[in-house]
């Protein structure tokens, strides 16, 4: 008997594909591939991914507490549902059972791989990404009409982005690529007076924002290759995520948190201006984060622009005035200080900017009117979004978006994680906002074909070729 999820798609009447679906590392068998393809190295750094969990889930909270260790992750993947677990596990048997949920093409992310790009020894990180590329690579291959792996990229440094760029997208033939975000940096002053705590004084390199290097020749790169950058980073266990006794505080929101911050980074940094041909993907955070950023985008800009700046500029106040007026009706203590030139600045020199050059934060973006956000915004940026996230319905409402704009979503059913309790529903949960009145099928087509087709497609035309999918999302691209 045809599940709900064929019965669904049957009625659709166009392709669903997962932009998000998780596949489960069986660590015996990975650790051992690892070690053929990349050595010891490459084990270290699973070593080290794992040993950070491991170690929290080996403390009690008050040893937690103790050193500002956060609550990770415990009972992380199906088990009561044990066809589920396996299907996580086993991407042939993933591969059977795709039409039982709906499912025409999936992109698949890692689950331990996700971590590897973090990895701060550099010679295991190297190592381990090139491994599990050329893992995933012959594992995936006989799978590839219904499914594909993501490619994982370090970005410590552009160089070595560039080259596993070059290696899984050039050599492998991986199509989908997650390049890793919030790269941990030493503080240069806690660095130089106490370098013994180097490891513990930290900031976070946003990649697009006040980088430690130029990223340009990795956005150059993706364009060359034609690969459309997902990131996939969360913020747990930083940060204000960091109890020491309960997971879901940790967890909820982490996704949303870190997707921001690295969205943030390359609009303003003015990433989206310079590559326009380039589209981003920032997966699992939802898009109820993008609608919010959206709008306070466009309310800054109208407020900080370099023009509206004068409007603040010290330079621009009146002493004289505001002296009578302090005469007429402030205490006579105000009006002195004011008269004295106590606590009033008219200068606009760089000691009352912070010693910064450019004085409009969107200058990277070479913004002249509102109509230009939902060029280097809404255009090129895609949000990842899971079957039960309410708020998805969000992106579609024109009436409460600056603009009448629609924010661009993804259909993610994040199978494999503990919060898919039963692969076999998440497209028909997801369909759920059309049947609550929340938004239409055309909402729903965009969500979960033609949006995920425009994203991978039109930076790499060829990006179905030979899949289920092939023929529907060469409409939607020539269309």
């Known amino acids: 008997m045809a599940s709900e999820g064929a019965k669904l798609r049957a009625e659709l009447g166009h392709p669903v594909i997962d932009a998000d679906g998780h596949?489960?590392?069986?660590?015996?068998?990975v650790g051992e591939a690892m070690r053929k393809i990349g050595g010891d190295a490459a084990v270290r750094a699973m070593q080290i991914n794992g040993g950070r969990?491991?170690?929290s889930l080996q403390m009690t909270p008050a040893e937690r507490r103790h050193e500002n260790v956060a609550q990770e992750a415990f009972w992380g993947a199906p088990t009561k549902n044990t066809r589920d677990r396996a299907t996580a596990m086993m991407p042939r048997l993933l591969y059977e059972r795709l039409d039982e949920f709906g499912i025409d093409f999936a992109i698949l992310f890692p689950t331990m791989g996700l971590g590897l790009p973090r990895v701060n020894d550099t010679e295991a990180r190297l190592a381990a990404c090139r491994a599990f590329n050329v893992y995933q690579a012959e594992l995936f291959e006989p799978l590839k009409d219904r499914m594909t792996p993501a490619a994982v990229i370090p970005m410590h440094s552009p160089d070595e982005a560039i080259a596993e760029l070059e290696h899984a997208v050039g050599d492998l033939g991986l199509k989908a690529v997650m390049l890793n975000s919030m790269v941990d940096r030493p503080i240069g002053k806690?660095?130089?007076?106490?370098?013994?705590?180097?490891?513990l004084g930290i900031w976070y390199d946003m990649i697009g924002l006040d980088s430690e290097y130029d990223y340009d020749p990795v956005w150059r790169k993706c364009a060359e290759l034609q690969v459309s950058p997902t990131f996939h980073r969360g913020s747990r266990g930083r940060a204000f995520r960091m109890s020491p006794s309960n997971f879901c505080y940790n967890h909820i929101g982490h996704f949303a948190a870190a997707s921001e911050a690295v969205c943030k980074a390359i609009f303003l940094g003015g990433v989206t201006r310079r590559f326009p041909a380039l589209n981003f993907a920032f997966l699992e955070g939802g898009v109820g984060f993008a609608c919010l950023l959206y709008a306070d985008l466009?309310?800054?800009?109208?407020?900080?622009?370099?023009?509206?700046l004068e409007e603040v500029n010290p330079a621009n106040l009146d002493p004289a005035m505001l002296l009578s007026l302090a005469e007429q009706y402030a205490s006579p203590e105000m009006a002195e200080a004011i008269r004295a030139g106590t606590g009033i600045s008219t200068s606009n020199n760089e000691r009352t900017t912070g010693g910064i050059e450019e004085l409009d934060d969107y200058s990277a973006c070479a913004i002249t009117s509102k109509e230009d956000f939902k060029d280097l915004f809404v255009e090129p940026f895609y949000f990842g979004c899971e079957a039960d996230d309410s708020n998805n319905a969000w992106a579609f409402n024109r009436d409460y978006n600056p603009g009448g704009a629609e924010i661009k979503t993804l259909f993610g059913s994040d199978i494999g994680h503990f919060d898919v309790q039963d692969m076999s529903e998440v497209v028909t949960e997801a369909f759920e906002l059309v049947e609550d009145g929340r938004i239409d099928a055309g909402g729903f087509r965009r969500f979960v074909f033609e949006n995920p087709v425009n994203f991978w497609g039109k930076t790499n035309p060829r990006f179905f070729e030979g899949t289920r999918v092939a023929e529907a999302a060469g409409q939607v691209l020539s269309g």
């Open 23 to 29: 596949w489960l590392e069986y660590g015996p068998v």
């Open 53 to 55: 969990v491991r170690r």
């Open 190 to 199: 806690v660095a130089d007076e106490r370098p013994d705590a180097a490891d």
């Open 298 to 308: 466009i309310g800054h800009w109208s407020i900080r622009n370099r023009e509206a």
